[in-house]
């Protein structure tokens, strides 16, 4: 048997972490029924189809994908107004009965000037006057697409269906702390739980006990970590892929209302945010990674190693919200913890007030420097532990 082998079942058959692995999974459970269950997309179709309505993704599809133009607009804005209208003939709107697409309202919310909250009002006032809800008779302003101040690129911006992707991205940052505390708590075992069991004058008076096992020890580490962020990552897009329609991955990030990065400055669609958001969140875990080895090497006990890699996981997120301007507070975005939210640590790379003013800059930075100090403290494991003694 190989040392990595060795080390690996050590884990793997670990009773505690066999426990935490279950754990996870049945907590993995409940982000996706609240994220995406009662999510208030999956929410509102739930009712429309108790109602007796149908969802609108279809439509979605044929007739509002496409190049976001004032043209697209206005269509989309015409179809609410129309099904608005309709609905309050019949009363709907009014006794609360009528269908609620996120869609439209979000749309609404961004382009009509009114907002979508005195819709309502405003043509039910002009239903009781007699008139009809025809365009000429609506007075209706909206917001250019221009002037919402979207990015703009050598061609037009993609729109499609977006709804289900902030719902996605939302999950993904839940996931992303599940898998990080997942991380501390294995990793925090793989030097210290020899330490407290005191094997390691054994181990180390062994040929390769103090040279092959401690790489070994790293190489588990790191293999742990990739493993369980992939597993999360595919076995959320599954049940996303199952739950929702996934075609408005193809639009741009910056359509996307839900999300307002309306000047996000990378031509970039949902997939390739979502593929930018994976590498970023992987660099970070497996910082997290040898964080947590590293303190593993140092404490005595595993509880004591986890106890304190978990305080320097989260010890960023509290920072930052104690220091909120300077370049202190910059700094600790570099940190994974503020990486569960995709949105959040896509404005600030792309804020002109970040470190840098380009957002491949600031990215590069944060990559760069995460894994730098991931290379620097598996060789300072390597190196200490090589020279152990017992004390």
Same mark, same amino acid.
């Given at each position: 048997? &190989?040392?990595?082998?060795?080390?690996?079942?050590?884990?793997?058959?670990? +009773?505690?972490?066999?426990?935490?692995?279950?754990?996870?999974?049945?907590?993995?459970?409940?982000?996706?029924?609240?994220?995406?269950?009662?999510?208030? @997309?999956?929410?509102? =179709?739930?009712?429309? &189809?108790?109602?007796?309505?149908?969802?609108?993704?279809?439509?979605?599809?044929?007739?509002?994908?496409?190049?976001?133009?004032?043209?697209?607009?206005?269509?989309?804005?015409?179809?609410? %107004?129309?099904?608005?209208?309709?609905?309050?003939?019949?009363?709907?709107?009014?006794?609360?009965?009528?269908?609620?697409?996120?869609?439209?309202?979000?749309?609404?919310?961004?382009?009509?000037?009114?907002?979508?909250?005195?819709?309502?009002?405003?043509?039910?006032?002009?239903? @009781? /006057?007699?008139?009809?809800?025809?365009?000429?008779?609506?007075?209706?302003?909206?917001?250019?697409?221009? &002037?919402?101040?979207?990015? #703009?690129?050598?061609?037009?911006? +993609?729109?499609?269906?977006?709804?289900?992707?902030?719902?996605?991205?939302?999950?993904?940052?839940?996931?992303?702390?599940?898998?990080?505390?997942?991380?501390?708590?294995?990793? /925090?075992?793989?030097?210290?739980?020899? #330490?407290? #069991?005191?094997?390691?004058?054994?181990?180390?008076?062994?040929?390769?006990?103090?040279? +092959?096992?401690?790489?070994?020890?790293?190489?588990?580490?790191?293999?742990?970590?990739?493993?369980?962020?992939?597993?999360?990552?595919?076995?959320?897009?599954?049940?996303?892929?199952?739950?929702?329609?996934?075609?408005?991955?193809?639009?741009?990030?910056?359509?996307?209302?839900?999300?307002?990065?309306?000047?996000?400055?990378?031509?970039?669609?949902?997939? =390739?945010?979502?593929?930018?958001?994976?590498?970023?969140?992987? #660099?970070?875990?497996?910082?997290?990674?040898?964080?947590?080895?590293?303190?593993?090497?140092?404490?005595?006990?595993?509880?004591?190693?986890?106890?304190?890699?978990?305080?320097?996981?989260?010890?960023?997120?509290?920072?930052?919200?104690?220091?909120?301007?300077?370049? %202190? @507070?910059?700094?600790?975005?570099?940190?994974?913890?503020?990486?569960?939210?995709?949105? =959040?640590?896509?404005?600030?790379?792309? /804020?002109?007030?970040?470190?840098? @003013?380009?957002?491949?800059?600031?990215?590069?930075?944060?990559?760069?420097?995460?894994?730098? %100090?991931?290379?620097?403290?598996?060789?300072?494991?390597?190196?200490?532990?090589?020279?152990?003694?017992?004390?």
């Amino acid at each position: 048997m &190989s040392l990595f082998s060795y080390e690996w079942s050590k884990i793997i058959k670990n +009773k505690t972490v066999i426990g935490a692995l279950v754990v996870s999974l049945i907590i993995s459970g409940g982000i996706f029924f609240i994220g995406y269950n009662y999510s208030q @997309n999956h929410m509102s =179709q739930t009712s429309n &189809s108790e109602k007796g309505y149908s969802t609108i993704d279809n439509k979605i599809n044929m007739e509002y994908t496409g190049d976001l133009t004032d043209g697209m607009v206005k269509k989309i804005v015409n179809d609410y %107004v129309k099904l608005t209208s309709e609905e309050l003939k019949d009363k709907g709107f009014a006794s609360g009965e009528g269908p609620f697409y996120l869609f439209y309202w979000e749309v609404a919310q961004t382009f009509l000037k009114m907002g979508p909250e005195n819709l309502s009002t405003y043509l039910n006032e002009l239903l @009781n /006057s007699g008139k009809e809800v025809t365009e000429s008779n609506l007075n209706l302003e909206l917001n250019s697409v221009d &002037s919402i101040g979207f990015k #703009t690129f050598h061609h037009p911006l +993609k729109f499609g269906n977006y709804i289900p992707w902030s719902d996605f991205f939302r999950v993904i940052g839940n996931l992303f702390i599940l898998c990080n505390l997942l991380v501390v708590f294995i990793c /925090s075992l793989l030097f210290s739980n020899d #330490t407290s #069991t005191q094997i390691n004058q054994l181990l180390f008076s062994t040929k390769l006990g103090r040279t +092959k096992l401690n790489i070994a020890k790293i190489g588990v580490g790191n293999l742990i970590s990739v493993l369980l962020f992939f597993f999360f990552q595919i076995l959320n897009f599954v049940v996303f892929s199952a739950m929702f329609d996934i075609n408005g991955g193809s639009s741009n990030i910056q359509t996307n209302l839900s999300m307002n990065l309306f000047h996000f400055p990378m031509d970039w669609n949902h997939w =390739q945010v979502y593929a930018f958001i994976v590498g970023l969140q992987l #660099t970070g875990l497996l910082f997290t990674a040898s964080i947590t080895t590293f303190v593993s090497s140092m404490a005595k006990s595993p509880m004591a190693a986890f106890s304190i890699s978990l305080g320097l996981f989260f010890l960023p997120y509290f920072l930052k919200e104690l220091i909120k301007t300077g370049i %202190v @507070n910059e700094l600790l975005y570099l940190f994974p913890m503020n990486f569960a939210s995709p949105n =959040q640590i896509l404005s600030i790379l792309s /804020s002109d007030n970040f470190i840098f @003013n380009s957002f491949l800059e600031n990215s590069a930075l944060i990559i760069i420097s995460l894994l730098v %100090v991931k290379i620097i403290a598996e060789g300072m494991i390597y190196l200490r532990m090589k020279a152990w003694r017992y004390a």
